[in-house]
């Protein structure tokens, strides 16, 4: 899943495709490069990040996803409003990205309307404030706890089990030490029954790992997602598709 945010702020490529063109652009250069699905995003979700308005997140996104969806391109759009949801499904998207798993009232009879596909993530409080001071007790069983809730609610509104998708939410109210915690334990979330979704791509743990800035986090990204793929993730959300597909050709050929 290649990554394009049509946001002056995000964390890795805001303002870079804040354009409509210079979004269909580099979703073009993605699928190229191997991208089986893109997800659009029209608002940051990065720590402190400021929340846009339905307006203003429809302007960005829309014409995106109606242009790449007359590519015949498979999108996802990266949204947790309801009425976002609904335009982009209109305006041919096939999944919905959800940060906040599909808790915000009405969202879960949207997808349900809808007939797309939905990823359900994990995260503990919101965006502005969520990395203040996250705590848990057993960051896997309350992770996992949390998306089978979800899973069994997307499901009681009409969603069937096999257009959804689990994402443990790396970065979203979590430490270092959870996301490694998580990240080692991936392989517990495969036995809920639907495909588990990792996105990892440039975030802050690596720079914490490595020393680097977002810029040149490329290489820990791949690793990551490598990992994330050993243990069982079946779907990497990633800013840099070509460098991911080449270590996954690698993987995919020792692995059969
Ligand atoms: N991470 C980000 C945004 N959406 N969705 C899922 N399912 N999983 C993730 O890990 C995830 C996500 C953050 O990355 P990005 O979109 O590049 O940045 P920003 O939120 O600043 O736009």
Redesign the pocket.
């Known amino acids: 899943m290649g ?1 394009i ?1 049509v ?1 002056p702020d ?5 303002g870079l495709y804040a354009s409509t063109e210079s979004a269909i652009c580099h979703a073009a250069r993605m699928r190229e490069e191997g991208a089986d699905l893109l997800d659009i ?1 029209g608002e ?3 720590p402190g ?1 400021d929340p846009v308005g339905v307006a203003e997140e429809l302007r960005r996104i829309v014409p995106v996803v109606q242009a790449l969806a007359s590519m015949n391109i498979p999108v996802s759009v ?1 949204t947790s409003k309801p009425e976002v949801m609904s335009a982009a499904i209109a305006a041919g998207a096939v999944m919905i ?1 959800d ?1 906040n798993a599909l808790q915000a009232p009405g969202a879960l009879e949207v997808v349900a309307a809808g007939n797309v596909a939905a ?1 359900l ?1 994990h995260m503990q409080g919101e965006p502005r404030s969520m990395q203040t001071n996250p705590q848990y007790g057993d960051v896997v069983v309350e992770v996992k706890d949390f998306l089978q809730r979800r899973l069994n609610a997307a499901q009681a509104a009409g969603i069937p089990l096999m257009r959804l998708v689990i ?1 443990p ?4 109210g979590k430490t270092l030490e959870h996301n490694l915690e998580l990240l080692r334990h991936l392989d517990h979330f495969i036995d809920m029954g639907v495909p588990v ?1 990792a ?1 990892l ?2 975030k802050s743990m690596l720079g914490k790992l490595t020393g680097h800035a977002v810029g040149d986090r490329i290489h820990a990204s791949v690793a990551a997602a490598l990992l994330a793929a050993v243990k069982g993730a079946r779907i990497l ?1 990633v ?1 840099d598709v070509k460098a991911t597909r080449d270590a996954l050709a690698v993987y995919n050929a020792v692995e059969q």
């Open positions: 990554v945010n946001t995000s964390f890795f490529d805001g995003g940051s979700t990065r990040g990266d990205n940060v990823c993530m994402d939410g790396f970065g979203f979704l996105g791509s440039r959300r800013h």
